[in-house]
């Protein structure tokens, strides 16, 4: 359930305003039959709906009427408008009709005092239908684009029936041709555009659901010399595009333009492009114009000031390669095979040296290649004891090129850099991450003894370091809780009644929390007290280290806990003795200070685990 409210100006953007992808909350006042449903063969309801404001009547589609029936929609009903035409009969009569909407909740009276809105227009030679189809006619001064689709239910078959009157067939006007673009020329006006890009990257096919019905799409990333750009190719289009390969030059033509969606690219180009039906692709000779790859680079230094969630391009120095690391994969605990990485050091002109957590994958593109100047495409910001990188796989390009003279200049630099001292990212702490910057040495690796020793953690402020350890996870009562779906709030939700949750914090009601982990670790490495019994200590860690230890199984975890069911519990024992092991721990001592009502402070001091590397994990 949402506590959405009404949209301002919904009925006026409703009748007159042709805007792709619009949608808005209104409230239902009335709900009528058609009073010509004899000539119909379907049955019409028309709802009278209001923004608070105004209030117009609008048609709903016969496929939506089950909705009614159910009593989903009845008086007093907020509503979501997900997908409308505008039609404009030749009395002069503008009306709506919706193609999909959604109860959003059931109100026990009227929001403010709607007036109605006229509903005619001057225009009364003039039949329009405005929908994300954008199509349009004109029937004295004949203009075409994408002309009506035949048998489709309810269209201008059902308009001359319900009005009497017979449109004329329009003859369809030649558009002009189509003019080749840049991408970085490309804009929300661009229309009837040619573009002539390399094919960066094809994804999968995959599946989408949605309200109005499911389909498949698959991304692409276009490169010309001026830039690139992300496109959706969706299944009407994808059919044409099978023998489309990777690296290659394509003339792309009668592409749409939307703003970028971040859910489907992520590159820094502010529009997107949507290939359908009409799309057409066609190879081109490949003359060298265009680069291989298209590289967006930022310096060693600017990795810093990135965040969760962001991708960047360096060119640099390949300054170490470590030994390779393996450990069990996060999910799939019963296969055998172990996945291993690389920690590489990658240096440059501003004089900041960066960690590169190297996959498998890419395992054989760093060994050996010390010295060597590099370009790395589509790497992805991560946090490991300070700002870092890593690739991934299917995103991720490494390219190094002798003959580039950028790469040579760079060997020559760093040849002359015998005496330099490297600023690492490592132990920095970013804005982004809301922590302070300390960025002139690298975490300290100490024992627990040596901590407990030099009182790390009973100061004001946070002392970071690192433990070599054996840990265990303590089966406390909870190992974590249900949270707001919203994933920038992470306040604990509580259970409401009828399957849904309600969130205190953000105000909001939703039937699908998301299970944050709590978890206690204990840590062992080795130190004792004076009478020989083991110095261990039990930090807490949340949902980053549980990531990290369990995957994906964090809901299962949960109902294994607490199930009744004969063999649960021994199963989610088992999880917890999976993860046993030695790991490379980053730790954070702090003291965090209460005063009471009686002004009394309460000092309790916490070890918190950031971050956890496995150690020889077969």
């Not at 959405?4 to 709900?31: E, H, P, W």
Request: hydrophobic share 40%; net charge negative.
């Amino acid at each position: 359930m949402s506590y959405l409210d009404l949209s301002s100006g919904a009925c006026y953007n409703l009748l007159f305003t042709k805007r792709d992808k619009y949608s808005c909350v209104v409230q239902v006042m009335k709900i009528e039959a058609s009073k010509l449903a004899d000539d119909f063969a379907t049955r019409l309801l028309f709802l009278q709906v209001s923004d608070g404001q105004d209030y117009i009547t609008a048609t709903l589609r016969p496929h939506l009427l089950h909705l009614v029936d159910e009593g989903q929609i009845k008086e007093k009903t907020m509503i979501r408008i997900e997908d409308f035409t505008q039609i404009k009969t030749s009395a002069g009569r503008i009306s709506v009709i919706i193609h999909a909407v959604q109860a959003v909740r059931q109100l026990e009276y009227f929001k403010g005092t709607p007036k109605p809105l006229q509903q005619m227009s001057t225009n009364r030679r003039f039949i329009r239908t405005t929908s994300h189809n954008a199509m349009e006619q004109f029937f004295d001064q004949v203009t075409i684009k994408n002309p009506a689709i035949k048998n489709v239910p309810f269209t201008y078959c059902t308009i001359e029936k319900a009005i009497g009157f017979q449109f004329p067939q329009p003859a369809p006007v030649p558009l002009p041709l189509p003019t080749h673009i840049s991408i970085a020329n490309v804009t929300l006006q661009s229309e009837n555009f040619t573009i002539i890009a390399r094919l960066t990257r094809k994804s999968p096919v995959t599946t989408y659901h949605r309200l109005t019905g499911s389909g498949d799409r698959q991304l692409l990333t276009l490169h010309d010399q001026t830039g690139e750009i992300g496109a959706v190719m969706w299944k009407a289009a994808m059919q044409r595009s099978d023998s489309m390969d990777v690296g290659c030059v394509y003339a792309f033509h009668n592409a749409t333009v939307l703003p970028a969606n971040a859910a489907y690219n992520s590159v820094g180009h502010l529009c997107q492009l949507n290939f359908n039906i009409a799309a057409q692709f066609e190879a081109i000779a490949d003359e060298g114009v265009i680069p291989q790859y298209w590289f967006n680079y930022i310096t060693v230094s600017q990795v810093a000031d990135l965040s969760t969630h962001d991708y960047c391009d360096i060119r640099g120095i390949v300054k170490s390669v470590g030994d390779g690391v393996k450990f069990r994969p996060k999910a799939g605990f019963a296969t055998d095979q172990a996945t291993s990485f690389l920690d590489v050091c990658i240096v440059d002109e501003s004089l900041a040296m960066v960690r590169i957590c190297v996959w498998e994958d890419f395992r054989i593109m760093f060994e050996g290649q010390q010295g060597r100047a590099v370009s790395i495409k589509g790497l992805k910001w991560d946090y490991h004891q300070g700002p870092s990188l890593m690739t991934k796989s299917g995103r991720t390009v490494v390219h190094y090129d002798d003959d580039d003279p950028y790469h040579q200049a760079l060997e020559e630099w760093y040849k002359s850099q015998t005496n330099t001292t490297w600023h690492s990212l490592s132990a920095m702490y970013t804005a982004a991450g809301h922590r302070p910057v300390d960025s002139t040495l690298p975490l300290e690796e100490i024992s627990i003894a040596d901590a407990k020793a030099r009182n790390l953690g009973k100061g004001e402020g946070i002392d970071p370091f690192i433990l070599i350890a054996d840990i265990e996870v303590v089966a406390a009562k909870e190992i974590g809780y249900y949270a707001c779906c919203d994933k920038e709030c992470n306040k604990r939700a509580d259970y409401a009644d009828d399957g849904t949750w309600y969130c205190t914090s953000c105000d909001r009601e939703f039937r699908n929390p998301r299970f944050i982990f709590n978890l206690s670790i204990q840590l062992d490495d080795g130190s004792q007290f004076e009478d020989g019994t083991p110095m261990t200590v039990t930090c807490t860690s949340f949902n980053e280290v549980g990531l990290e230890l369990f995957g994906e199984s964090a809901t299962t975890l949960a109902r294994l806990q607490h199930s009744e069911v004969d063999g649960d519990v021994d199963e989610f024992q088992q999880y917890l003795e999976l993860v046993k092991g030695r790991y490379t721990v980053t730790v954070w001592a702090n003291t965090s200070k209460n005063t009471l009502p009686n002004g009394h402070v309460f000092a309790n001091e916490n070890w918190i685990i950031t971050r956890m590397i496995p150690i020889n994990v077969a």
